[in-house]
C-alpha cells in the first residue's frame, strides 16, 4: 500500500517514490541517503519507509516545508490537538477583505471566508520552527488550490493543482467560464486530510530537511562527511519550468510576497553551459559528504538536450566537481515526460520534454 504522505502536497516535475525504491533496492550500500535537490522530499521520505537514514536540501521554502513535514512528521494527535488551538484563536480573526495589486485575483480565488482562514493560517503557522506547524502548511500547500469542481478539499476556485497559474491568466480564465470560489471551512479540510495522512503510520526513523543551496551541502551538514553512500536525485531541468512563477501562491502562503517572479535569475537553467557549471559547483558542494565508494541516481531533463549529450556532460560535471572517477552503471533510460495536468487546465498542447535516467559508481 503507498504511504500516503507521499502525497501531502502534489508537486511539478517529481519523480514517484517507486523509482527511489528501485534504486534502493539495488545497491550495496547501506550509508546515508542523501538528495541535494530534495524537492517534495521522495528520496528521503521513501529512504526512511526503507529504514534507510536520509538526509536533503533544497533553495526553495515550499519543497523544504513539504519535505521537511514528511520527514519529521508529528504525530497524529499533535496534529489535531493544534488545529484545534488554531480554530479557537481565528475566531476573533474579523474577515478580510483582498487588498492590493492582486485583489481581483484573490477575491475570484477564495471565498471571502475561506480567505480569511488562509490569511489566519498563513500569518499564525510558525512552519519553519515548528514541526507541528510545518506539517499544518503542508497539508494547507497541498489544498491551497486544485481542482475544486472534482474534489471538496481544495480552498480556491479551480486550478491546478501542481502549479499556480499566473493571476492575469487565472481571472481571465473564471470570468470567461463563469466560475466563482466555492466556500470550504479549511479547519474542517486539515482534519480530514489529518485523519486521511496517519491512516499509514510515519516510518520509525527521522530525516533531516535543510533550506540551502546544493553548492554548500557539505558545510550544511557536517555531521555527514564521508558518511553518504546513495544519491537519488534529480536536478532542475534545463530550459523547463520557471519554479518561482509555477510556485507563487504556495509561496505566497508560507509568507512571501504575493507577486509573481518573471525574471529568469542567474540564467543556469535556461543556458546549457551556465546549467553544466551550475551542476558541477552543485557536485563540488556535496562531494565531502560521500563516503569512499558511492552510487549516484541522476534522473535529468530537458527539452533540447539529447541523452548523449546529457551524459557526456553530466559525466564531466560529476568528475570535475567531485574529483572522483566516474563509471556509468546499468541501462540509460530514456522517456517522455508531460504536465499532463497543468496542460489541460491551460487548454495548450503538450510538448515533449525528455527525462534520462543514469546511474553511476564513484570511487
Known amino acids: 500500500m503507498r504511504h500516503r504522505f507521499h502525497s501531502i502536497c502534489p508537486y511539478f516535475a517529481m519523480f514517484p517514490e517507486s ?6 533496492a539495488a545497491t550495496k550500500f547501506n550509508g546515508v541517503v542523501f538528495d541535494p535537490f530534495c524537492g517534495r522530499g521522495t528520496t528521503i521520505f521513501e529512504s526512511l519507509i526503507q529504514e534507510r537514514d536520509a538526509a536533503g536540501c533544497d533553495i526553495h521554502p515550499v519543497a523544504v516545508c513539504v519535505s521537511g513535514a514528511k520527514s519529521d512528521p508529528p504525530t497524529r494527535q499533535e496534529v489535531l490537538e493544534r488545529l484545534s488551538r488554531l480554530e479557537e484563536d481565528s475566531a476573533s480573526f474579523h474577515d478580510i477583505e483582498p487588498e492590493g495589486e492582486l485583489s481581483e485575483f484573490f477575491s475570484l480565488c477564495f471565498d471571502l471566508d ?37 474534489s471538496p478539499n481544495y480552498f480556491s476556485n479551480r486550478m491546478p493543482r501542481t502549479i499556480s497559474t499566473k493571476p492575469g491568466y487565472s481571472i481571465r480564465w473564471w470570468r470567461k467560464n463563469g466560475y466563482r470560489p466555492p466556500y470550504r471551512d479549511a479547519f474542517r479540510i486539515l482534519r480530514h486530510m489529518t485523519d486521511y495522512r496517519f491512516r499509514t503510520p510515519p516510518p520509525r526513523g527521522r530525516g533531516t530537511v535543510a533550506m540551502s543551496d546544493a553548492r554548500r551541502a557539505a558545510s550544511t551538514f557536517p555531521e555527514l562527511l564521508e558518511s553518504v553512500t546513495d544519491v537519488i536525485t534529480s536536478p532542475p531541468y534545463l530550459d523547463t519550468t520557471n519554479y518561482h512563477e509555477d510556485q507563487w501562491l504556495r509561496l505566497w502562503f508560507l509568507g512571501g510576497d504575493a507577486i509573481v517572479n518573471h525574471a529568469g535569475g542567474d540564467g543556469r537553467h535556461y543556458n546549457a553551459i551556465k546549467y553544466w557549471t551550475f551542476l558541477t559547483e552543485a557536485w563540488t558542494g556535496l ?28 559525466t564531466s560535471s560529476l568528475e ?8 556509468l552503471i546499468g541501462a540509460e533510460i530514456s522517456s517522455t515526460a508531460v504536465s499532463t495536468q497543468a496542460n489541460a487546465f491551460r487548454g495548450s498542447k503538450p510538448s515533449p520534454k525528455l527525462e534520462h535516467d543514469f546511474c553511476f559508481l564513484l570511487t
Not at 19 to 24: D, M, P, Q, R, S
Not at 140 to 149: Q, R
Not at 320 to 327: A, D, K, L, Q
Request: charged fraction near 25%.
Open 19 to 24: 523509482f527511489v525504491a528501485k534504486h534502493l
Open 114 to 150: 475561506t480567505y480569511t482562514q488562509v490569511q489566519f493560517l498563513r500569518q499564525s503557522l510558525s512552519w519553519r520552527n515548528d514541526r507541528t506547524d510545518r506539517f499544518i502548511a503542508a497539508l494547507c500547500l497541498g489544498a491551497l488550490h486544485g481542482e475544486s469542481h472534482r
Open 287 to 314: 562531494a565531502p559528504l560521500l563516503a569512499q565508494e558511492a552510487r549516484m541516481v541522476v534522473r535529468i531533463g530537458s527539452g533540447k538536450l539529447a541523452r548523449e549529450e546529457v551524459r557526456k556532460e553530466l
Open 320 to 327: 570535475c566537481g567531485t574529483n572522483r572517477s566516474v563509471e
